[in-house]
């Protein structure tokens, strides 16, 4: 994973963020569909606001950070 993540910084920094493709949004609606399966709460626009400008490894953390947040709130109500 370490890797990953640092071959995905060096290609951000040498070539920019990419702009959303036809692809990217098709795969931002699968992953939303993930979530409704799995329970998780659709996202919110203030989360998007903090998720933009960030880099693929810094949003793939905070929302691994995120996803442990909410099952520890949705399994402390059962």
Known sequence: MR????????LEERF???EESWETRHLRVRLEAADRR???????PERLAELRGKSMVEILN???QYAMIER???SSKV
Do not use: V
Request: net charge positive; proline share 8%; glycine share 8%.
């Open 16 to 18: 920019g963020t990419a």
């Open 62 to 64: 905070s929302s691994q």
């Open 72 to 74: 520890t709130r949705i």
């Open 3 to 10: 890797a990953i993540a640092r071959r995905l910084n060096r």
């Open 38 to 44: 799995c329970g998780l709460p659709p996202i919110s």
